[in-house]
């Protein structure tokens, strides 16, 4: 891809992935202004990265989510840091009203799929990590694989545990997400 050499291609790039890209994040923070910031960082880092991606190895969504996946984890490590040496966090942008409802909105039409989110936190990382890109955002077996940069056949068996280990659960929210698989 030539997003970073022409700025047709970014913009027509940018408005066909934006909302999928937007739906991920908000799924993984609650706070409207950090979900804009973050997208703004997964487009960003598409620029630096645009070279990598092999349409071969997967679809674009696909490409994006490991992108936005690396850019939220990345986030949440430097939060982490923070917080240990200051209460502060400082660097949002501001946002007008009408984008501050939209956010919220969208974050309100989210808090379900968190809260089973929340649910599958017991999961070991690789293996929720399959789950949430093959349930939740809808990816093939093959695409979830590309977004986390491992094999196919190490995403099947790690969804087959997730689910193995959704279905063991006794809560109904967990076994509703393993039978919706």
């Given amino acids: 891809m030539r997003l970073n050499e022409d700025p047709s ?8 992935h934006v909302d999928a890209v937007m739906r991920f994040v908000v799924r993984r923070v609650s ?6 910031d973050l997208t703004a960082d997964v ?7 645009a070279h990598t991606y092999a349409p071969g190895r997967g679809s674009e969504v696909a490409w994006l989510y490991g992108i936005a996946r690396n850019v939220v984890s990345g ?8 917080a240990r040496t200051t209460s502060l966090i400082a660097g949002r942008r501001l946002m007008d009203d009408d984008d501050l409802v939209r956010m ?3 974050i309100d039409a989210e808090r379900q ?24 955002d809808q990816l093939s077996v093959t695409e979830a694989a590309a977004a986390l940069g ?15 280990a959704l279905e063991n659960a006794a809560s109904p929210t ?5 039978a919706q698989t």
């Avoid at 291609?9 to 066909?16: D, H, M, P, S, T």
């Avoid at 706070?31 to 804009?36: F, G, R, V």
């Fill in 31 to 36: 706070d409207p202004h950090l979900a804009a």
């Fill in 150 to 164: 491992i094999r196919k056949v190490t995403a099947r068996v790690r969804l087959h545990r997730a689910r193995r």
């Fill in 9 to 16: 291609a970014l913009e027509a790039f940018y408005r066909r």
């Fill in 43 to 49: 487009f960003l880092a598409v620029l630096d990265s």
């Fill in 75 to 82: 986030h949440h490590r430097k939060s982490a840091l923070e």
């Fill in 104 to 106: 919220e909105e969208r």
């Fill in 113 to 136: 799929m968190r809260d089973a989110q929340k649910a599958l936190a017991g999961l070991p990382e690789g293996e929720r990590a399959v789950l949430e890109l093959v349930a939740i």
């Fill in 174 to 178: 967990t076994a509703y997400m393993g």
